[in-house]
């Protein structure tokens, strides 16, 4: 068996070897579109399968194959697949596990387009779905149907950070033999490794933490083999939603920093949540690192470190969160995370305007949370910008 090096050192050296490419240190970019075969009968047999070896782009590219398989390696998995946004690869995955009629258990709380796209499963295919708060046994028992064929996870919740017990979900879904899968987002898996406990697939919206420089739009799958090269064939190959090699090749070169970029925004995300906490104009601070947060129990226990994000509720309306954004001079005001520039967006108005308002504040999205993405920046520069806003709308 192959030596398995530290977390530190794969995100760094796994999957790729200069052997074979002209020496190169780092990982060649292969921007082409299609593969040239030496002979026809090279190209039958490598569209039969009877010969490894690269066809066209959209079936696998080896830029793309270096990224696929340091992913996989990173979340402790079999294989994995890369795609052109985390959309893509969220509709590839909920497609490839349903059909019409069947039904999906969500956590109570997901990303804004993924609820949207549950929406439109439902209306169009009468892919049904069921939210859940998935925080006891009896709770996430009640919401299973014969007809459920996945149940879709995202931990910590965008944006409101509560927090879902991965091993309680996969024990009951194995019982019932039904695939778990978790958006692992917020995470990166050098916090949080979803296969370690028991979930069938990971989903990452690579844009954020794994890129983490604001520069691309990227979505990642892991899994067991089989499922992967199901996906590969089926709605990866024939919906299309692949990862150009360049973003690819971006993706590896953000990831080699992964670790240190990680402990920095844990650190400085520690800080600032603990110094909102105590400003008179915050109303309340929801950080899974705090004792404070109801599931930090889960955190310590799923989790390595509690994460770059915090998000905030301040006291007043819609117009003083709207101010106190405004007032901000350092931090960008902005949807997405996990770039090196600190980044704060409003919820109810920004990433989950398409969730309907009684939903909405079901889920605790109200009209004065804010959700901040801690970047890499001086914690001394980022918290003073904060406490500055802060004091002048006070
Ligand atoms: C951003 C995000 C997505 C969607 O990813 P894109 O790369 O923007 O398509 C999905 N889930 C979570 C938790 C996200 O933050």
Redesign the pocket.
Known sequence: MKERKRFETRVIHEGYSSVGHSDSLAPPLYQTSTYTFQTAKQGERRFAGEEDGYIYSRLGNPTVSILEERMASLEGGEAALAFG????A?SAVLFSLTKAGDHIVCSQGV?G??FGLLELMEEKFGISHDFSPMDTEEEIRSKLTDRTTCIYV?TPI?PTMQLIDLELVSSIAKEKGIPVVV?N??CSPYLQRPLEFGCDLV?H????YIGGHGDV???IVVGDQERMSTIRMTTQKDIGGIISPFDAWLLLRGLKTLAVRMDRHCESASKVAEQLKHHPLVETVIFPGQVEHPQHHIMTKQMKKPGGMISFTIKGGKEDAQRLMDELKMIKIAV??GDAESLIQHPATMTHAVVPEEMRMKMGITDTLLRLSVGLEAYEDIWEDIENALNRIG
Not at 205 to 208: D, E, L, V, Y
């Open positions: 946004s985390g959309m893509a969220v990303y387009c993924t995202e965008n958006d987002t917020f989903i919206s690579a844009t954020k739009i990227a979505g997405s995370l």
